[in-house]
């Protein structure tokens, strides 16, 4: 076999250790098992290899793109077997054989030429439509992901809290049963990243403390990450003392043991609702990759040691030892489906590709439900709900006590609400913000999660994937970002990846941006936002002032529940318990709260502008238009200069078009962003200025790019109400 490549080795060295009998020693374990489900796994097993062996074969004609293969993990076959159809699957790349076993259950096209289809990036791929090599299928449960370590974690445990409040509180119908399961699959090198110890923390503590978490963990154990090996004994080692988590260990190159435990595990996360972990130990042959020579740093006599463990040769030897099939008829049936799947590669080499950016893009946003919203309730189900609180309705309020009132009113409205976070329970939050809401919804609506931010997301993606409308609360913008992909690299993706076939639409609440005053210091005042701007697909909206928070969350509610998006609420925390504008004791930054049918509509992308002069406009959000107010005060007292105020309120997507109507006819603009200057929203906006209104001057102003210190120092890198009266007297004198 010298000179051929390892994929083409491993194939002919199947045929021949079949052929000549030169097998392992045959499973001998008792199971409930049949003869034709065995033979069923083994064409399943049988389909996955050849699948890789034909993808790396297209690859070197530039037919395939993507070739990390499932070689050597074809066990897994047996985990799907063990399974229902309505038990979702978050499945890691190697999963090949799992999916085609679950299309076996309920047989949807041709599983083996839609994974070709995949292979070669094809428009017709059914899961993406050839936007990635994705292992997925909405008929079989199984939401797609693309080349994940750790990161599907996180929602596979937000599924399963999900399933587990079944029973408990009203959600969409999904196709999901109350007694349903989430399976997440991972390699043992994935074990090591902390995402994946996050989501394995949060799963044991809520079963430690007895809370539904019917997970079942599947860690294909290869024993090598790339080119690092895994310790031996390493995983069963670092789970098997974990509180709350079972763990149950197989032989993955044997079918019969693979599904033994598999059965185990299954009986014991469906009965208790609480995870268990199946150690899946196998070996992974032709490397990590297509492009992975594995020579480089294994020696040939690991390789071969490792090849001599091919799980198909092990089934081959079962079937055979039990007379199922003979070694001849192993062959021949190997080489048909392998002449069966190069004639469907030969014929999906030439189907349509993805050509223009609008095909590209035409699958970023989910398909809307367009269910329509839940009626409002009556004002007697209201009054009972808010009690001596609706007291409050008729005075002037601030931000946070608007943001809070609006909260009870949607879950109210909303029976499949769910308002989580860092303390957001009994305590409401550090700032009180939710406060009430667990008196009057109770805990299995109003739940305190962990200190850790990627498993709050996950959480908020696994719900949004089950049917429930999750609201998340992030305690501060600064502790969103070691989490952000979950953000970036799983909710918003989600929708593009599958095609719109799977969505989770959600509202991320984060208290964040800067000029707070006794609590401040960078962690507590991060003023960047970049990372949230360039998602596609995010929309990202922020009140200014408690006139506005109502309705704006509102809309942004009916965005998650209607068009599935993936919504992030920004807070301004500096102005939540604001209510004096110019003078202490004017309440003029406080207002009312109506009741949702007085709540003015927010439509998306639309700005909130004054009927000021054409001399001036200041455009800007949050702490930003507060200060602006201020400062066109003194501009009209002082200067005699009217200005129209413009609050954005959509950070993302950007307002364009209601912003370039309440500027078209004003000659000068000044942005105000409290963000830093590189990277802030100022920077598309001048630019949209530019190409749009051409022959309008303008200008900004913006936080220096800098960190937040801790103090009255904060204020030295942030815009002022001088700062911008200044800015904007040079603009209109037309000074640089």
Not at 61 to 69: A, D, L, V
């Amino acid at each position: 076999m010298a000179g051929m490549t390892p994929s083409e080795r491993l194939h002919q060295a199947f045929i021949a250790c079949v052929s000549e009998g030169r097998l392992p020693a045959p499973s001998r374990l008792d199971t409930v098992l049949g003869d034709d489900a065995l033979l069923g796994l083994f064409q399943d097993q049988t389909s996955s290899r050849l699948l890789d062996i034909v993808s790396r074969r297209m690859a070197r004609n530039r037919e395939s793109f993507y070739t990390i293969g499932s070689a050597g993990h074809e066990g897994n076959a047996a985990v799907a077997a063990a399974l229902r159809i309505d038990d979702p699957a978050f499945l890691h790349y190697r999963s090949c054989a799992f999916a085609l076993a679950r299309h076996r259950q309920q047989p949807v096209g041709d599983a083996v030429r839609d994974a070709l289809l995949a292979f070669t990036a094809s428009a017709e791929d059914p899961v993406s439509g050839g936007r990635h090599k994705v292992i997925g299928s909405r008929a079989h449960w199984i939401p797609p992901q693309t080349s994940t370590i750790a990161s599907h974690l996180p929602k596979a445990m937000g599924t399963a809290h999900a399933l587990g409040l079944y029973r408990r509180v009203a959600h969409r119908d999904v196709g999901l049963a109350a007694d349903s399961l989430a399976i997440c699959s991972f390699g043992d090198a994935s074990l090591n990243h902390s995402t994946t110890q996050g989501a394995l923390n949060t799963a044991a503590w809520a079963a430690f403390q007895g809370s539904p978490m019917p997970l079942l963990l599947v860690c294909e154990d290869n024993g090598i990450g790339i080119s690092t090996p895994t310790p031996v004994g390493w995983v069963e080692a670092s789970v098997r003392a974990r509180p709350g988590i079972h763990y149950i260990s197989c032989d993955g190159r044997d079918l019969l043991d693979t599904y033994r435990a598999a059965c185990l595990a299954r009986d014991h996360v469906r009965l208790h609702r609480r995870p268990a972990f199946l150690h899946f130990r196998t070996v992974r042959l032709l490397g990590h990759a297509g492009t992975d020579a594995e020579t480089g740093y294994r020696s040939a006599a690991q390789i071969a040691e490792d090849e001599a463990q091919d799980p198909l040769l092990m089934t081959a030897s079962t079937l055979i030892d039990r007379g199922l099939m003979t070694a001849a008829a192993i062959v021949d049936s190997y080489r048909r489906e392998e002449h069966r799947i190069e004639t469907l590669a030969k014929e999906v080499a030439t189907r349509p590709k993805l050509t223009t950016s609008a095909d590209v893009m035409a699958s970023l946003l989910p398909m809307p439900h367009n269910a329509p919203a839940p009626p409002l309730p009556d004002e007697p189900l209201r009054a009972a709900l808010f009690g001596r609180d609706a007291r409050q309705f008729d005075r002037p309020l601030s931000l946070s006590r608007h943001i809070n009132l609006a909260l009870a009113d949607l879950m109210l409205q909303y029976s499949d609400t769910l308002v989580f976070g860092e303390d957001v329970a009994k305590k409401g939050g550090v700032y009180g913000v939710t406060r009430g809401l667990l008196d009057k919804f109770g805990p299995a609506r109003v739940t305190n999660t962990l200190l850790d931010e990627q498993s709050i997301l996950g959480l908020a993606i696994g719900l949004a994937q089950c049917g429930y409308l999750p609201i998340a609360e992030i305690q501060y913008l600064a502790y969103l970002h070691n989490a952000e992909d979950q953000l970036r690299g799983e909710a918003a993706t989600l929708s593009f990846f599958s095609n719109r076939q799977f969505s989770n639409g959600m509202v991320v609440r984060i208290a964040g941006l800067a000029y707070q005053k006794g609590f401040g210091g960078h962690f507590h005042n991060d003023n960047s936002i970049a990372v949230l701007r360039d998602i596609p697909g995010l929309v990202v909206a922020t009140p200014s002032c408690g006139r506005d928070a109502a309705g704006l969350l509102r809309t942004c509610v009916d965005l998650a529940h209607r068009e599935q998006r993936v919504v992030v609420f920004l807070e301004p925390i500096a102005l939540y318990m604001t209510t004096d504008l110019f003078s202490p004791g004017d309440n003029l930054w406080a207002a009312p709260y109506p009741s949702p049918a007085a709540q003015e509509h927010i439509a998306p992308g639309s700005v909130h502008a004054t009927d000021g002069g054409s001399a001036l406009a200041i455009v800007s959000y949050a702490n930003g238009y507060y200060l602006s107010t201020q400062a066109a005060q003194t501009l009209r007292e002082e200067d005699g200069i009217d200005a129209t105020l413009v609050d954005l309120r959509w950070l993302q997507p950007l307002p364009e078009a209601s912003l370039l109507e309440a500027l078209r006819d004003c000659e000068c603009v000044l942005i105000v962003d409290e963000c830093r200057r590189s990277g802030s929203v100022s920077e598309a906006l001048m630019t949209l200025l530019q190409e749009s209104l051409p022959g309008v001057r303008a200008a900004r102003i913006t936080a220096l790019d800098s960190f937040i210190p801790l103090g009255d120092a904060a204020y030295t890198v942030l815009p002022d109400r001088e700062g911008i009266v200044s800015a904007a007297r040079q603009l209109l004198s037309g000074s640089p």
